[in-house]
């Protein structure tokens, strides 16, 4: 199973968690990352709509592939977000609880790096900057 | 190239040129997503400012991943963009 959401709404952590664990396997880890920084006041997280959710699915079948997994989600939001707020979900499945960690922190860092999401931070000063 | 091509930008790119898309007709000697970005920066002003710095920008032809000495014969738009990722 992969599951592959890009989306403004807000997500459930907890209820990703129970879908993978729903599945049957031993290891089941997900990693939430928020919107975060010094000075910060909102950040505006816009994407290729034509090219995100694809990419994130291949991002997915990678890591699916590479440790044998057997469940993964992917939850990516956009538009103008506050510090706090939920931006990524990565989960994984698998018989290996040790692959499914290495596989969420993989997919974070792939997600970072290769799907077509840009950032542009606000901060309290007045002054803006893109990551 | 007949009906043009679209260029879509995103990011700061996006912000730099004051604009989300535009259409080309490309000269028959741009062949590459390399050779495009020149010609674009070519323009000077703007583009060539947000443009100038290759290394930091990425392409994507018919929303496929692009390196620099793929060809964009045949497709129906190329979208530029600074480097990926908003974590």
Known sequence: MI???????????GRQIDRLGELGFIGVVGLTMHIGGEGLSEALVEHYAAMSRDQLTRIGEEAAERWELGGVILIHRFGRLNPG???LFAGAAAADPRGALEACGWLVDAVRKRAPFWRKDMFADGTSRWR | MI???DILYFGSLREALDRDSERVEPPSHVQTVEDLIGWLAGRGGAY???LGDRSRVGAAVDQEPARPSDSFFGAREVALFPPMGAL
């Not at chain 1, 592959?4 to 952590?13: E, H, I, M, S, T």
């Open chain 1, 3 to 13: 599951d592959v959401r890009v989306q403004g709404a807000d997500f459930d952590p």
């Open chain 1, 85 to 87: 707020d939920r931006l």
């Open chain 2, 3 to 5: 009906g043009g091509l």
């Open chain 2, 48 to 50: 060539a400012q947000a």
